[in-house]
Nanobody, 123 residues
Framework: GHLVESGGGSAQAGGSLRLSCVVS????????MGWFRQAPGKDDEGVTV???????KYADSVKGRFTISKDNAKNTLVLQMDSLTPEDAAMYYC??????????????????RGQGTQVTVSS
C-alpha cells in the first residue's frame, strides 16, 4: 500500500487544518486506518483510528476537536483538526492496516504509514 499525506502547514491557535491521506494499493473501506503524530523529542502519539467497522477512537487530547473520516469514493482518509493549540504541533502520519497482534491501534503500530505532513501552530 501507498499512503500520501497532504494538508499540513501553519495555523494560529484556535484555527483549523484539514489533513488528507490518499491511498493506493488497497481499499480503505476494508482497512483499519488512523493518524499518529510525533513532536520533536517526543514519542509517537496516537491521535485517532477508525476501524473497518467504522468504530472510531480518539486520544483524550484531541477528543471533541479532531474528526477522522473515510472518503471511500476517493479512497482518502481525512483528519479535520479544529481548535488547534500549540501542543498539536507535530509531524502527522497516516497509517493503515493492523498491528502485529491483529489490532486496530495504536496507529503508530499499524502495518503501513505515509511520509508525514508537518503541522505548526502559533500562539
Amino acid at each position: 500500500g501507498h499512503l500520501v499525506e497532504s494538508g499540513g502547514g501553519s495555523a494560529q491557535a484556535g484555527g483549523s487544518l484539514r489533513l488528507s491521506c490518499v491511498v493506493s494499493g488497497f481499499t480503505i473501506s476494508t482497512y483499519c486506518m488512523g493518524w499518529f503524530r510525533q513532536a520533536p523529542g517526543k514519542d509517537d502519539e496516537g491521535v485517532t483510528v477508525v476501524g473497518s467497522d467504522g468504530r472510531v477512537k480518539y486520544a483524550d487530547s484531541v477528543k471533541g476537536r479532531f474528526t477522522i473520516s473515510k472518503d471511500n469514493a476517493k479512497n482518502t482518509l481525512v483528519l479535520q483538526m479544529d481548535s488547534l493549540t500549540p501542543e498539536d504541533a507535530a509531524m502527522y502520519y497516516c497509517a493503515a492496516g493492523w498491528t502485529a497482534g491483529g489490532r486496530c491501534r495504536p496507529a503508530a503500530a499499524l502495518a503501513y504509514r505515509g511520509q508525514g505532513t508537518q503541522v505548526t501552530v502559533s500562539s
